[in-house]
T-cell receptor, first 113, second 115 residues
Framework: AQSVAQPEDQVNVAEGNPLTVKCTYS??????LFWYVQYPNRGLQFLLKYITGDNLVKGSYGFEAEFNKSQTSFHLKKPSALVSDSALYFCAVFWENNNDMRFGAGTRLTVKP | DSGVTQTPKHLITATGQRVTLRCSPR?????VYWYQQSLDQGLQFLIQYYNGEERAKGNILERFSAQQFPDLHSELNLSSLELGDSALYFCASSVVAGGRTGELFFGEGSRLTVL
């Protein structure tokens, strides 16, 4: 079955340090990849997506993600974390061959001053 | 503001009861998705409608049903409610039928508490 994995429930970083939130997915066709962020008591907000082209995708709020086909990964990154980046981050994958879209379990990012 | 409107924002009810959650998608979006978010299950896909037709079904219980109306708004009906149905229910919309090129736009959610 197709699946999305976010191996870390929690990521803690200090403000100003780089951050990485990991995402891997099961192999099947050419998936489309997304990252969403959820702030407390809010709905999910789109950050960025990879459909095709350059493996490094830039998105909102200074975030970027790197698509690695051989490792079936789509890790979210930011060069310098802000306290306001603290939130729940979801990776999502859409497999066009069977119209299946799945979300990872989410990773809670905490950025400490 | 995503442009997706969900009502009610909060709902408290008792076991065995029935509730209806309503979603108005972004203007022009034909697809509506329903998700359930709970602490122990994460974000679970329930069902998707595209232009009034059911397009995909996820982990939706038989006690739950949904529909999309001609004006494209959607309703999620939850019946014979159990304590475990307490969760945040999100509606999302997109222009296309799947995640092909378009991202999903999420509403603020309806928090259901079953006592």
């Amino acid at each position: 079955a197709q699946s999305v994995a976010q191996p870390e429930d929690q990521v803690n970083v200090a403000e100003g340090n780089p951050l990485t939130v990991k995402c891997t997915y099961s192999v099947s066709g050419n998936p489309y990849l997304f990252w969403y962020v959820q702030y407390p008591n809010r709905g999910l907000q789109f950050l960025l997506k990879y459909i095709t082209g350059d493996n490094l995708v830039k998105g909102s709020y200074g975030f970027e993600a790197e698509f690695n086909k051989s490792q079936t990964s789509f890790h979210l990154k930011k060069p310098s974390a802000l306290v306001s980046d603290s939130a729940l981050y979801f990776c999502a994958v859409f497999w066009e061959n069977n119209n299946d879209m799945r979300f990872g379990a989410g990773t809670r990012l905490t950025v400490k001053p | 503001d995503s442009g997706v409107t969900q009502t009610p924002k909060h709902l408290i009810t008792a076991t065995g009861q029935r509730v209806t959650l309503r979603c108005s998608p972004r203007s022009g979006d034909l697809s509506v998705y329903w998700y359930q978010q709970s602490l122990d299950q994460g974000l679970q896909f329930l069902i998707q409608y595209y232009n009034g037709e059911e397009r995909a079904k996820g982990n939706i219980l038989e006690r739950f049903s949904a529909q999309q109306f001609p004006d494209l708004h959607s309703e999620l009906n939850l019946s014979s409610l159990e304590l475990g149905d307490s969760a945040l229910y999100f509606c999302a919309s997109s222009v296309v039928a799947g995640g092909r090129t378009g991202e999903l736009f999420f509403g603020e959610g309806s928090r259901l508490t079953v006592l």
